[in-house]
């Protein structure tokens, strides 16, 4: 005797193409979470060669720089499409990069009267926002990140298993989200972290 199916299979009901959008969403919160990460660390370092101190950089506390994974994140979406073209990438990410860095230094010092950089004894600054070399340093990253490294760790995030990046993401939006709530009551300042104007 046959079996009756009861159940009805609700995979009928989605579209083929919502898998690709989550996936592609998956991937840009990894590429958020990986560059803040990494920017964090990178600043970290400077602060340690430059001073032989460790310095928490940054408006929030945990281990992590917003501005690194945004900056990563829109570069990616601009520019994904050119990504074999790497003096266009470079360009372009100069041009995007001190627009992104100027709009949030500007921010963040009109707001809440911060500046976790000041760029003002460097030669061809605006305001301290941004100068000649963030740009240049703006475009290197550019290149290396959109024609180099996002495409190692689109491969790398895809070999991991669902049930590990949903646990992933899952853990690091609740911490992002107590370290954010944290930081807009009490901003983390400090000699080394805040610079005065």
């Known amino acids: 005797m046959k079996k009756?199916?009861?159940?009805?299979?609700?995979?009928?009901?989605?579209?083929p193409g919502q898998k690709q959008i989550a996936d592609f969403i998956s991937l840009m919160f990894f590429f958020y979470f990986v560059t803040s990460i990494g920017g964090y660390l990178w600043e970290v370092l400077i602060f340690l060669w430059k001073d032989g101190t460790f310095r928490n950089r940054g408006f929030l506390y945990g281990p992590w720089l917003p501005v690194y994974g945004v900056g990563a994140v829109v570069f990616y979406l601009f520019f994904v499409k050119i990504k074999d073209h790497p003096v266009r990438v470079f360009f372009l990410s100069v041009l995007v990069g001190i627009g992104?860095?100027?709009l949030i230094g500007w921010l963040l010092d009109t707001f809440w009267n911060l500046r976790y950089w000041d760029y003002s004894d460097y030669p061809l600054n605006l305001f301290g926002y941004i100068s000649l070399y963030s740009a240049l340093g703006f475009g290197i990253a550019g290149v290396l990140w959109v024609c180099l490294f996002s495409r190692l760790l689109e491969k790398l995030w895809f070999h991991l298993p669902p049930n590990f990046r949903y646990a992933f993401h899952t853990l690091l939006v609740l911490l992002l989200l107590l370290d954010v709530s944290a930081a807009l009551i009490f901003p983390n300042t400090g000699t080394g972290i805040t610079f005065s104007k």
Do not use: G, V, Y
């Open 4 to 15: 009756n199916q009861t159940q009805p299979d609700f995979r009928q009901l989605c579209r």
């Open 100 to 102: 992104l860095e100027f």
